[in-house]
């Protein structure tokens, strides 16, 4: 094992895959030349100059070139800089990158990945701040990935670039400098397997991103008072890992599913209504959801950190489930 950064192994894992298929290739702003806003191109830069390139700010023509690229067989990856700009080419992704495969029957092979930050940061402000998974997990089509760790994001960009069909990978801004084990051998994360990043017994909790880290810390708070808990890391949100969160649910008979996305419709609102059509029996308490409050994302570093979801809503969610005990 060796220990880099999230955003190590995420530019280790382009260059392993560009220099394994030439038809891979990476496009996107800033990237070429600056390395990307957030650094995961810098190991690369000097590499690949006719494969690594800038782009115009130009969503709409960033993301159709890229469909038309995968249409005659290329791996495009696209940066898209910031996930909230993912709205201003949302035609290409809706209309055309998530459909055609179907559209086609299958004759029109997606290899297309669009990758990028998402996600709170320090006062990024409401256009530079949104987690906004759910929105393509309600349109079927894509697949989506959300790693949480080094080791996570290697093993699943590198099955989604082998992958036949469009990918989304969300990756959290407060997640690259993170370091974490990785090993020296090459290897793939299935799509739709979760990690049980802490086992427990008390009460489950299914999360992703950075609220899996916030998730661990309030396991640890609460260890200390005798309640133990189970972190679920889904790692993919298309497709999730019902059948462990069931098996995990069975075992504690409670649940908690903790997002940074805004609370309302948010992707935990379809965990919480799976488990309660599938498992309601194994349910000593009611589930409880955990998101950001329904408001735009606020400048100001009090009104942020009060939007925002972190351990301390965890820890308040798991004292109240057990207080039927």
């Not at 290697?154 to 469009?166: F, I, V």
């Not at 349910?283 to 955990?290: F, V």
């Not at 979801?309 to 057990?322: E, R």
Request: net charge negative; aromatic share 8%; charged share 25%.
């Amino acid at each position: 094992m060796k220990v880099i950064t999230f955003s190590e192994a995420l530019g280790e894992t382009i260059l392993e895959e560009m220099e394994r298929d030439h038809t891979i290739f990476t496009y996107g702003e800033d990237i070429g030349k600056q390395g990307g806003i957030f650094g995961a191109y810098k190991s690369l830069l000097g590499k690949f100059p006719d494969r690594i390139f800038d782009t115009p700010i130009s969503e709409e023509v960033i993301y159709g070139s890229a469909l038309g690229a995968a249409l005659v067989g290329m791996r495009p990856i696209v940066e898209f800089h910031f996930a909230d700009f993912l709205f201003t080419g949302i035609q290409s992704i809706t209309l055309q990158i998530e459909k055609i495969r179907y559209m086609t029957g299958g004759q029109g092979k997606l290899h297309l990945i669009l990758r990028g930050p998402d996600g709170v940061s320090n006062s990024a402000a409401a256009q530079h701040s949104e987690s906004i998974e759910t929105i393509f997990m309600h349109v079927p089509g894509i697949k989506i990935i959300i790693p949480s760790t080094p080791y996570d994001i290697k093993g699943l960009l590198k099955t989604a670039l082998r992958s036949n069909d469009p990918v989304i990978c969300f990756e959290h801004k407060s997640l690259y400098a993170q370091k974490g084990e990785v090993p020296e051998e090459e290897y793939l994360i299935p799509f739709g397997k979760a990690d049980i990043k802490r086992p427990g017994q008390d009460i489950t909790v299914v999360t992703m991103s950075r609220m899996v880290h916030e998730s661990l810390k309030a396991a640890q708070e609460l260890e200390k008072e005798g309640i133990n808990l189970e972190v679920i890391d889904l790692r993919t949100l298309v497709p999730w890992d019902k059948e462990t969160v069931i098996k995990s649910v069975q075992k504690t008979n409670r649940l908690i599913i903790a997002h940074e996305t805004w609370r309302r419709a948010g992707w935990g609102a379809e965990i919480a209504s799976t488990i309660q059509e599938e498992a309601f029996d194994f349910l000593d308490a009611p589930i409880i959801r955990i998101g950001a409050r329904n408001v735009p994302m606020p400048f100001s570093p009090v009104l942020q950190n009060y939007v925002t979801p972190d351990k301390h809503n965890v820890v308040t969610a798991a004292k109240q489930l057990m207080e039927g005990i």
